[in-house]
């Protein structure tokens, strides 16, 4: 069982920044997804179990980066922020293998969400 909790949203003006927490109660391959009301899930941003690799949606490649802790805390610090990247965020944690990232149905635990509404 791996707890996940999130911290870090609200509202800021566009172009601005905001730095979501994830604190794990263990270390594993670990994403960040959003949804947006009437929408589905979507990826964000994944890391690996070590921090070697990281990976992202196109919509926020370049203005978000995730990273992670050697206390098994998650980040995504989010810049440049635009209306369209309000939502909830979640944090999700895989422990089994999976050639798969984006899809949030190879994440095992999730967070109970963050929100973050960015103001025009």
């Known amino acids: 069982q791996v707890q996940l909790v999130e911290s870090g949203g609200g509202l800021v003006q566009a172009g601005g920044s905001l730095r979501l927490s994830c604190a794990a109660s263990g270390r594993t391959f670990n994403g960040w997804f959003r949804q947006a009301p009437g929408k589905e899930r979507e990826f964000v941003a994944a890391?690996?179990?070590?921090?070697?690799?990281t990976y992202y949606a196109d919509s926020v490649k370049g203005r978000f980066t995730i990273s992670r802790d050697n206390k098994n805390t998650v980040y995504l610090q989010m810049n440049n922020l635009k209306p369209e990247d309000t939502a909830a965020y979640y944090c999700?944690?895989?422990?089994?293998?999976?050639?798969?990232?984006?899809?949030?149905?190879?994440?095992?635990?999730w967070g109970q969400g963050t929100q973050v509404t960015v103001s025009s």
């Open positions: 999700a944690a895989r422990i089994s293998y999976s050639y798969s990232y984006s899809q949030p149905s190879v994440y095992d635990y």
């Open positions: 890391i690996t179990w070590g921090g070697s690799s």
